[in-house]
């Protein structure tokens, strides 16, 4: 009889352990990290989410991007999460009017939205962790300048020519090389789309109308980059013939740096946007709001002598920049 009652109570007590367990994991919140469309440059953002979360504890979270790079595919991502009520949404968005609905309903909704990367920032989201794209476009436009002696022609590329993000690098780099009067742009800013195959077709098209007459090139994004290192080298043209200037630093643009074809990329800091827009999201639930909508996380140019060091640095500079972001919240 004894035995019985001991097994009873031990029984209980795993079952009230299981219970309390249960519990305490379905009591976890949820934060998603949705991304512009599938690439690794997002990664790293997912993973200085990642990394917060589990600073904070308590939070499962979940990282999701669009199959393709369209608006509408965003959107109906968005859609879908906001139907399973996370606690929290970060975004990096790709067409800011036409996210702001959706942003505006989840908060409606009472579920947390900051963006990261790029924004929508006429939508009700609580804050934006990103680059100052003016800026940096306006360093990205001076080292340019001064990299082709403050003449010759000159293509700007990118991916795409709608986000907030390409317009206000755009803004930032004409803000420098439309003041420069021996500095002429050959043809509009160039989309490359978001393939490899789509970059490569518009360089080759651009190589063979204006080879004779161009002497750099601007990059807003980096497949215009990877794809003229690929057919510059194709067609034996020397590195340094061209000036080339560009973002990121994934593996191909680090090799065109050191292959000597670029001379510098901006390189955003997409560790600490993550990092701190899991931080923002754990501040709002905590019924906390913030006093500014945006929150620099800075930017580094990246040459062949420093680039190796770059991405180290950026990810030590997330807990400091921590510290100031939770300033602005009350």
């Not at 209980?12 to 949820?30: G, N, P």
């Amino acid at each position: 009889m004894k035995s019985f009652l001991k097994l009873s109570i031990l029984l209980a007590v795993i079952a009230i352990f299981a219970l309390t367990s249960t519990s305490a994991i379905s009591a976890d919140k949820e934060f998603v990290i949705i991304a512009k469309y599938i690439h690794p440059w997002f990664d790293v953002g997912a993973e200085g989410f990642n990394d917060a979360a589990k600073e904070i504890g308590g939070i499962k979270t979940r990282y999701v991007s669009p199959r393709g790079a369209s608006a509408e595919e965003q959107v109906k991502l968005m859609e879908d999460v906001m139907a399973e009520k996370p606690a929290g949404i970060a975004i990096a968005v790709n067409t800011p009017e036409a996210l702001k609905p959706v942003i505006n309903e989840a908060m409606n909704m009472g579920i947390k939205v900051v963006t990261w990367d790029d924004t929508s920032i006429d939508s009700d989201q609580l804050m934006f962790f990103g680059t100052d794209n003016y800026s940096a476009g306006v360093a990205e436009g001076e080292v340019f300048a001064e990299l082709m002696g403050d003449k010759g022609n000159y293509i700007i590329v990118c991916h795409e020519t709608v986000s907030s993000n390409t317009k206000e690098r755009f803004r930032g780099i004409h803000e420098v090389l439309d003041k420069k009067s021996d500095l002429v742009q050959l043809v509009d800013e160039q989309p490359t789309g978001v393939t490899p195959a789509s970059a490569l077709t518009l360089i080759e098209n651009l190589l063979s109308a204006h080879s004779d007459k161009v002497n750099g090139w601007v990059d807003t994004n980096l497949l215009g980059t990877i794809a003229l290192h690929q057919a510059l080298k194709e067609r034996g043209v020397k590195p340094g013939e061209y000036k080339i200037v560009t973002w990121t630093l994934l593996p191909e643009i680090m090799k065109a740096i050191e292959d000597g074809y670029v001379q510098v990329s901006v390189r955003q800091n997409t560790y600490a946007m993550g990092y701190l827009a899991c931080y923002g999201l754990e501040l709002a639930t905590q019924g906390l709001k913030p006093t500014k909508n945006f929150f620099s996380t800075g930017h580094t140019l990246a040459t062949k002598e420093n680039m190796s060091t770059v991405e180290e640095i950026n990810r030590k500079k997330a807990p400091e920049m921590l510290k100031e972001m939770k300033k602005l919240w009350q």
